[in-house]
């Protein structure tokens, strides 16, 4: 069965392989951002918009190949769930650096580097993770990972807040900074739940 | 296949075009409550409360009806899953009001119009799409475009709240405002869930 | 086939009365917490966390099982999407002890007790509902009564908003005190979602 797999499910492999790289430049462009001067962060702003447009393509791409596909590697609505889920996961990056953009942000409290250092792993692990779909069995050591990652995330994202409250920036700067870093939570959550798809289809499997 | 499924899903049809149309005199509240006079919008909170609670009571059918039927027109947890997440359209447009209400804010700032417009015509669309839901591989188009809406709408809310965030509202008055518009932002996404869930059914058919 | 089950899946079962019971544990120290003088707080949050720990832990085991079990009571999905979800009730019961530590607050505003109460209740719900799973469609009554529950603890959720935006606290204090009503809330969503899923199970076998 594992044998027949790769012929059926190439295409599939492939634009998840592409869409888990795209992941990849997006939290390079996102880790430029929250180190970059004010003046730099509308250029990159805009990469940031291309590369979510991209994901977007690539996700289109896998739907209107599962609707071409008679034959598919794994469940229909698994894969297109896992594109969704994929889907996700810039569009909270592309979030994040959208309002703090928008709201004009002077800098970023410290902490947020070590959100966006949590993230850059978790896309690695993502991107790595993609182009061996066709034996999801060997996944585990990928998901418990990135379910620690999101564990570590959560913890950072909390001591975050409590200093952003810790009462030296007045209200409406902290809503603003808060709305950007809740962003940057969900798309840490956005890796697990990709993660959790990826169990799910080597719980059906096994 | 598609021959069969009309007589054994002609109730479900029904029932989720009923939903459909709810939606729609739902919004078409939403559109009078956001644009009334302070003193008409207890009235209107009452009649968006009526509204849900037909909404409700339409979900329970689907799920009773589900546990007496022995034949279902697709898969039983799409099924249930649909009247979910039709339910929470409502749900959200409900919040919206109901805490705009709580709240007693004055005015809405400019902008909720836009974002209430996009959410009429997600609801035209839902509301078409339902009574045609034995036949859901042609509801191709209404899944792009309800994808469409939520984009736009998305972009509306981010410049929704760069105009709540410009200097010219107290904090409080910001995070009132921002429960409301969120609340509206999140019956757009659940608008997009609808659709994707009609678009798995879709695709298993396929 | 109920037969059958039993033998089967009576691991399961175990596994998920166990963290029913887990639940019914962390409901208690989230009531003694709301209550407690500030001074015991600390205390309690680390039995809180303890509680988050051992329900971790009772979810990978439910898990691993799942990895070595070759028949499984119901679909697989079904098993690992329970545990998920089961899990996420305690994540929000110990991000809301969490924050409230975190943040220093003085003291919840009146009706904090209430939600907490409704929590209470849907975990005993709960916890009397798992170890019944193997009979999942008598389990009807918990559903809905869940539901009901969830309904009053949007209700109360909501007044609870409009006294925190009386006028009597500052926008930074408010912002903190939603954070942690917003967890609660989110909770109360939690045991609507484990009944979702215990519905769904129940929906598939009928």
Known sequence: ????????GRRFFELFAEIGANIGGSVEVLGQFVRAPVEQRADLAQRMR?????????????????DRSFVTPFDREDIYRLAGRLDDVVDHMDAAVDLATLYQLDAFP?????????????????????????????????????????????????????????GRRDALEVM??????????SAADAFEHVADVVHTIAVKES
């Open 50 to 66: 291309a590369l979510e447009h991209a994901g977007d393509n690539a996700t289109h791409a896998v739907i209107e190949h599962l």
């Open 1 to 8: 069965m594992r044998f027949s797999r790769k012929p059926t």
């Open 110 to 166: 410290p902490g947020v580097d070590a959100q966006v250092d949590l993230l850059c792993q978790a896309a690695q692990l993502t991107a790595e993770a993609m182009p061996r779909l066709a034996a999801p069995q060997t996944l585990t050591a990928y998901w418990v990972e990135i379910n620690e990652l999101e564990n570590k995330a959560d913890q950072v994202h909390r001591r975050l807040l409590s200093v952003l409250f810790d």
């Open 176 to 185: 603003k900074l808060k709305d950007v870093v809740d962003e940057l939570e």
